[in-house]
């Protein structure tokens, strides 16, 4: 009977190790799994953002060749890159040059006429103030 006890706790023993391991194993499966069914949802998240975001550039694009094929911006174009007019429109060309010039010029003179009211009345003594506030200029 020793025997037979002995072989009874043994292969209990044995079968408890084994569902253990098995336990094991299963418990390393699940843990793999969830951890590539995370890695593929955030996969899924990134490229549905990337779609998202590729369907925003593309209604960007078309709405870009909408306006690239429409009347205004073929006009615009023909006005500025062929030098073209419409019937009964008048074209006014102004040198840049020349505006540069002629603001730096009026800025001068500006300058300058400030700076001479300054000098002015630093000339004018006190009796003479006094002279143009009584009687004027």
């Given at each position: ?51 998202e975001r590729l369907e925003k550039s593309s209604g960007d694009l078309s709405q870009l060749m909408n306006y690239f ?69």
């Amino acid at each position: 009977m020793p025997e037979n006890s002995f072989k009874k706790f043994f292969s209990f023993k044995l079968l408890l190790f084994l569902l253990l391991l098995i336990f094991i194993w299963f418990g390393l499966q699940l843990v793999r799994l969830t951890y590539k069914r995370h890695e593929l949802n955030k996969e899924i998240n990134n490229l549905k953002s990337e779609v998202e975001r590729l369907e925003k550039s593309s209604g960007d694009l078309s709405q870009l060749m909408n306006y690239f094929n429409s009347a205004d911006f073929l006009e615009r174009e023909a006005k500025e890159k062929l030098n073209l007019k419409k019937e009964g429109e008048n074209v006014v060309v102004v040198p840049e040059a020349a505006i540069v010039q002629r603001i730096n010029q009026e800025s001068q003179t500006d300058s300058a006429k400030a700076e001479d009211k300054e000098e002015k009345k630093e000339e004018d003594g006190n009796p003479v103030k006094w002279w143009k506030y009584f009687f004027g200029k």
